[in-house]
């Protein structure tokens, strides 16, 4: 066996001629390109088979739930957010949700509030899904659903920028609500979003659903049947892409989703196809939802998006400026020059948060990738005691041996694209 460490390949291969067999050990990441993310998949090969092989994590480690333990409540959607940027609207939902069962507050949150939290997570979930399938489709050549793909999801972008100020990592879902509510031209905002999404999601299919070499790149690749899925953890697109039915919006639901009508996208392939096809159904889904959330928020405007408990509230009164960016200026009068309590209570509460009771709760959500879930523990402090994550990307990528040894080393990226792993929840 010979690890290849660089070098001219012809000099390599005259070296090793005497040999007489052709296994070697290449590294495949993390710098790789196609490993979304610092993933190291280490590869023995023999010629372009792969033999084994072993994923290597860890290269993203950025210690976030360690960190967590030194920050309020509520400060600590701002790390949370970041573990999946690609869609960290669901990471700052699951952790609101864990941390609203132990301060009891459930069924006190907003409804508009929820309705504002099921939008921006169903428009997060198409815009996770073009990244999944706009990659997935440049890692085989298909430049142009890279292209159309980053087209739509910067339509979807600009409103979550509109909405929270920020393209990416929001901090937007708080503790007992949303930050703020929609701008003044949000729902019409919305409106064009939907209406541009109708006109092009339709390409993905003209590009890709008929094309024989995309589906003869895709159909037969990384397969996994139900049984393996299990066995290993598996949710999401891929699970779903044994024929089985399981989405926690319907088995499992929150913020309401049992009050939406949708269907749950389901597969009987196995293979890397399959699992592109169901988030390409699955954008249409999401869509019908947020067009149910557009009804919604039409009957709700001027309702609260933040529990009704100023000790838990936080901030406070908040709006968003011309720039798009946070201020609270009806908030600043009052507490400035007109109410000493106030301004006591909003310095406290900054500076110190809110208590949770002790306790400990999971709670799982269904992410583009599969069940996200967060383990939350209290010792009845202002701080987290501890919190977990189960990301689906770090199940989803101990599949990548029983999916990849035996077939070629080509086959690998494909296998690992219909996965869609993000490596900062994986390495958090």
């Known amino acids: 066996m010979y690890l290849a460490q660089g070098g001219d390949w012809s000099d390599i291969a005259s070296e090793q001629a005497e040999r007489g067999d052709e296994t070697i050990v290449v590294n495949m990441g993390p710098q790789h390109p196609s490993t979304h993310g610092v993933l190291r998949l280490i590869l023995e090969m023999d010629g372009e088979t792969v033999e084994s092989i072993r994923p290597g994590i860890g290269f993203l480690h950025t210690g976030i739930e360690k960190n967590m333990e030194y920050k309020t409540w509520t400060q600590g959607v701002t790390y949370v957010t970041r573990m999946d940027y690609v869609a960290p609207l669901f990471n700052e939902a699951v952790y609101c949700l864990a941390v609203e069962r132990l301060l009891g507050v459930t069924d006190d949150i907003p409804e508009r509030a929820s309705i504002i939290r099921v939008l921006v997570m169903e428009l997060n979930r198409i815009a996770s899904h073009l990244v999944a399938m706009g990659t997935g489709g440049m890692e085989i050549g298909a430049l142009t659903v890279m292209t159309v793909a980053f087209r739509e999801r910067e339509m979807i972008l600009d409103f979550l920028e509109g909405l929270s100020g920020l393209r990416m990592n929001h901090a937007y879902i708080r503790p007992g609500g949303v930050a703020n509510d929609l701008p003044e031209d949000g729902l019409s905002h919305l409106r064009t979003v939907i209406d541009w999404l109708k006109k092009h999601l339709p390409e993905y299919a003209t590009f890709c659903n008929e094309n024989p070499i995309f589906i003869g790149r895709l159909s037969k690749v990384g397969v996994m049947d139900l049984t393996a899925a299990t066995m290993l953890g598996m949710s999401g697109p891929p699970l779903r892409a044994t024929g089985y039915d399981w989405d926690l919006r319907r088995t499992q639901p929150y913020c309401g989703y049992e009050t939406y009508e949708f269907d749950t996208v389901t597969w009987d392939t196995n293979d890397a196809y399959g699992r592109f096809r169901i988030r390409l159904d699955e954008c249409w889904e999401s869509l019908k939802i947020v067009e149910q959330c557009y009804d919604r928020l039409q009957r709700t405007q001027g309702q609260p998006v933040m529990v009704d408990d100023p000790k838990i509230a936080w901030p406070a009164q908040l709006s968003l400026g011309p720039d798009g960016q946070g201020n609270s200026n009806e908030h600043i009068k009052h507490i400035m020059g007109e109410s000493m309590e106030a301004l006591i209570h909003h310095f406290k509460i900054v500076t110190e948060g809110f208590k949770v009771p002790v306790g400990q709760v999971y709670q799982a959500i269904e992410s583009p990738k599969g069940e996200l879930g ?54 958090r």
Request: hydrophobic content about 40%.
């Open 374 to 427: 967060c383990h939350v523990v209290s010792d009845g402090g202002t701080r987290p005691y501890r919190v977990h994550f189960r990301d689906p990307g770090f199940n989803h990528l101990q599949s990548i041996p029983a999916m990849c040894e035996g077939g070629m080393m080509s086959d690998v990226v494909v296998a690992i694209a219909s996965l869609d792993p993000v490596l900062g929840g994986v390495d």
